[in-house]
């Protein structure tokens, strides 16, 4: 096999170790946070008078009724993210490529009490959690040697990336239609890269690698809000945040096998000896990787037209950092009580990607998928209690490019859905 | 088409406008958070079962009178006037603390308390009333009850559910631990809300009033004692002082409810017998 073949089999193989695609880094709105507020579609910067608005908009706390409060949201989120079209069989078939992920957590727990002038809050929230596994087997895919295909092509992937906040939030009434609240979040990030695969062609030879990574960020986010009501049923909201990450720790690990021929070779930016046709090649590293993140600012308006019926909306603007362009979303929602026992809440959301459509004839291009989203919920109150049930559906569509230094595209889809439970009190 | 788009997003808005306008004042407060008074059976016994530690805990920092007579006298007269209290489902207790100092107290459920020093400043049985009236007030009126949010167990499957998923059960049993704590601050230090003083004035005043006691009993011992005790620590407007604000309301009730006249008893030869033999 000689040296453009390699390569060839290397552009098949490379795709699945860059480090800009490990997690989803190209949204903002991976999880809906909250109670009440999922189920308005995250539309809370005007609202925000429960734990929920520790997260959204900290001055909205000033706002919850002088009992204390506590509230606590269960998730079961799966996503499936499809890249189409990727591999190409001998018999001219095309394969795509399925990342599932799904997990269970507690998505959300906060508290509110009276403290003071002002309100105190503590909370803890899961922004963002994948566990994203792809295993798929192919076999005969083509490659440009007509006689040489590649016999059987198997590949696992076993990601996991969870980000937690959690902190104290502190909101005062500045006077009857004004407030003002900080919250403090601790940012912790963990994540976890498992990935390998075989390639065994059919006069032979394989190939095998596998990539390890694990990363750490610690950090804080502290965001600041304010609230103003205008008139008697008439909130606006503000609140900005940035997450500042103040320590890092990545390792990552490659292990290479293949038995295909010699030569160095660039592959992801590092030289392989390849003179050993039965070699196994190890390379390990300690890296700190500060990511900078861009600061984000939402506007929210909400009108609570009568104790049954309210109308929010919420524009956040995600600024530009090195790699991530910025970003408008937007937000709507409405809640209606069909009795003092029963509301429904329902919610309309985007989440764009931070990152540039893809253009013809461009290489290593970051995916580009603009997810819309829909959530509804019934909540069930009791006394001091209540209950809410609710599901979340999204659905995306963009171009991708997995194979790195081709000019190919590919088409991509995401669908996530996920069902929420949870549980508030006042006491 | 679009016009009738139009007319439709119209009428719309406008109507959402008119119910907005209807309901302006009630602003955040949603459906469920509504007529949250309302009670059942459990919110009475956890009422009840709260003023007794309440209660417990008072005694627990004074002694009661040892005189079976000025018990006996004042659950007498206690328990006339909290005939027209409007809570009958409530079996009201009165006792005397053996304290020097000039005092009342209530704790909800019907536990009312006043100490040897009040008595000795009182000259009649219509100020006696008066004042027992005002802290039956403050126990039908439920202040501290609504203040700290005391409310019987919940049993609903709602309930249920939400400490399944939530596990609030030592919250609340913590909670209720604090609030028992807030209860003595409120009675003992800080006082209630003016807003609940004045109310429990205005209808102390009127339930002395139905029983056949002079209205102003109470606005007459309130008089007296201004001269004896600190102002009210919630209060701190000199230029304004509680008992002022107090009194004024006091002439105020009595004038409104045409009770001027002022026909009703004083009772001061019973009082003296049992009070001051």
Redo the contacts between chains.
């Keep these: 096999m000689n040296t453009s073949t390699l390569k060839y089999l290397l552009i098949l193989l490379v795709f699945l170790v860059p480090n800009s695609v490990l997690a989803d880094d190209f949204h903002y709105v991976n999880m809906i946070v909250g109670n009440r507020a999922a189920g308005l579609g995250g539309a809370y910067s005007a609202?925000s008078?429960d734990p929920s608005g520790c997260y959204y908009n900290p001055a909205g706390i000033a706002?919850a009724?002088e009992?204390?409060l506590?509230?606590?949201v269960?998730v079961f989120g799966t996503s499936e993210k499809t890249y189409k079209d990727v591999l190409t069989r001998v018999n001219g078939g095309k394969l795509d490529w399925k990342q599932e992920s799904s997990s269970l957590l507690p998505n959300y727990f906060g508290v509110v009490r009276k403290i003071g002038r002002g309100r105190l809050g503590l909370s803890y929230a899961v922004p963002d959690s994948t566990h994203r596994r792809q295993k798929q087997y192919f076999k005969d895919i083509a490659t440009v040697y007509e006689d040489n295909p590649v016999e059987s092509y198997l590949i696992h992937i076993n990601d996991s990336d969870k980000e937690y906040l959690f902190g104290p939030s502190y909101a005062m009434s500045l006077s009857d239609s004004l407030s003002v609240g900080a919250t403090m979040y601790f940012y912790y990030r963990d994540m976890e890269i498992i990935r390998s695969q075989l390639l065994q062609f059919q006069q032979g030879e394989h190939y095998f690698i596998n990539y390890y990574k694990t990363r750490k960020d610690r950090g804080i986010k502290p965001i600041l809000g304010l609230i103003w009501?205008p008139?008697?049923?008439v909130?606006i909201g503000l609140s900005v945040s940035q997450t500042i990450i103040l320590d890092n720790d990545t390792h990552t690990t490659d292990i290479f096998r293949e038995t295909i021929s010699g030569g160095f070779t660039l592959v992801d930016g590092q030289e392989y000896d390849f003179s050993d046709t039965d070699s196994i090649h190890f390379q390990s590293q300690d890296q700190d990787n500060k990511e900078d993140y861009p600061w984000s600012g939402s506007l929210g308006l909400a009108?609570?037209?009568?104790?049954?019926?309210?109308f929010t909306g919420d524009i956040t603007f995600h600024g530009s950092e090195k790699d991530k362009e910025s970003v408008v979303n937007f937000a709507l929602g409405t809640?209606y009580?069909f009795?003092?026992?029963l509301?429904w809440r329902c919610g309309l959301y985007t989440d764009f990607a931070n990152t540039d459509k893809i253009s013809d004839g461009d290489t290593n291009q970051k995916e580009n998928i603009d997810v819309y989203g829909l959530n509804t919920s019934l909540t069930?109150?009791?006394?001091?209690?209540?209950?809410t049930m609710g599901v979340s559906y999204g659905y995306g569509k963009g171009e991708a490019q997995m194979i790195t230094d081709s000019t190919l595209i590919q088409d991509a889809e995401i669908e996530n859905i996920s069902f929420y439970?949870?549980?508030?009190?006042?006491? | 088409m679009r016009t009738r788009i139009n007319v439709v997003l119209f009428i719309l808005i406008f109507a959402l406008l008119t119910v907005s306008f209807v309901f302006a004042g009630e602003g955040r407060r949603r459906l469920s958070a509504l007529d949250e008074n309302y009670d059942d059976q459990s919110d009475l016994e956890a009422e009840i079962s709260f003023g007794r530690d309440l209660a417990a805990r008072i005694l627990g920092n004074y002694t009661l009178l040892d005189n079976v007579g000025v018990n006996h006298y004042v659950n007498l007269v206690g328990n006339a006037v909290a005939l027209y209290s409007g809570r009958p489902e409530l079996k009201f207790h009165f006792a005397v603390l053996d304290a020097g100092e000039c005092n009342a107290f209530a704790a909800p459920g019907g536990y009312v308390f006043i100490t040897r020093g009040a008595l000795d400043l009182m000259e009649n049985e219509a100020q006696l009333a008066g004042v027992l009236s005002h802290e039956i007030a403050h126990i039908t009126e439920k202040h501290i009850v609504k203040e700290l949010n005391i409310r019987g167990a919940d049993d609903s499957i709602t309930a249920g559910l939400a400490n399944l998923i939530g596990g609030s059960t030592d919250t609340m049993r913590k909670t209720l631990e604090q609030a028992l704590e807030t209860a003595a601050d409120i009675l003992f230090n800080r006082g209630y809300k003016i807003k609940d003083e004045l109310e429990a004035d205005q209808i102390g005043i009127l339930m002395s009033a139905v029983a056949g006691y002079s209205p102003d009993g109470l606005k007459n011992f309130l008089s007296k004692v201004k001269h004896f005790e600190p102002e009210d620590a919630t209060y701190k407007n000199k230029e304004h002082p509680m008992h002022m604000v107090r009194l004024e309301t006091i002439d105020q009730t009595i004038k409104i409810n045409g009770l001027t006249q002022n026909l009703n008893a004083t009772m001061k030869g019973r009082f003296n017998e049992h009070i001051n033999p």
């Design positions: 609202v008078d706002f009724p009992m204390s506590s509230a606590s269960n009501e008139y008697d049923t909130a009108w609570f037209v009568s104790p049954s019926l309210l809640e009580y009795s003092r026992n509301a069930l109150f009791h006394k001091l209690s209540n209950i439970l949870s549980a508030a009190y006042k006491y």
